[in-house]
């Protein structure tokens, strides 16, 4: 079971202070189908370079990768299996070695055999991104952390999308920033993809 050391500062900027080993990259829903009109404005416009970068780095650092897609049997859906919006974004297309999980509706880890990937392949850590920040990230990082997880959730590799309730609006970035806010130092650590990124070259 990992030491628990969630930091409270968002983002947390230390790689010193940043734990690689025993982690593993978990992409979530980083696909096509996000890129829909209906999703309105997001934040974030550079998080799939920044998954990208992860993905390279954990690669070369021979750490595990498993991504999860998003898969909706919902008429018209742009998640749906025989939509085009069910494919993953090329920035973070899984090698062919690398094993993806289906998220059907229940989070990631309800109905699928995350957990016992992450486990079987050793991760006490795993390090989130994709979308979207207030909804399946938050959801997989809190089940997370109830599993007893130490999970990270990188701030610059995540995408949050413009919310409505009662007709006021909140743009994305505050989504965003909120349900980081939410999670630092409660369910997750928050950090930065530069922070992250020095920590893993620390190690190699």
Known sequence: MPVRRLATQVPYRDPEAVEPSASGLVPVGVQRGYDDDRHGARNNPDAERHVAELLAAYRRAGLPVVHVGRETVEPGSPF?????????????????????????????????????????????????????????????????????????????????????????????????????????????TVVETATLLAALERRA
């Open 80 to 188: 749906h299996p025989n939509r085009p919006g069910v494919a993953f974004k090329p920035a973070a297309a899984p090698a062919d070695d690398e094993p993806v999980v289906t998220d059907r509706g229940g989070g990631v880890f309800l109905g699928t055999d995350l957990e016992s990937r992450l486990r079987t392949a050793g991760v006490e850590r795993p390090v989130l991104v994709g979308f979207t920040t207030d909804r399946r990230v938050s959801t997989a990082a809190r089940t997370a952390s109830a599993l007893g997880f130490d999970p990270y959730v990188v701030d610059d590799a995540t995408v949050a999308f413009d919310r409505e309730l009662d007709g006021t609006r909140y743009v994305a970035e505050q989504t965003h920033r909120v349900a980081l806010a939410q999670l630092s130092g409660a369910a997750a």
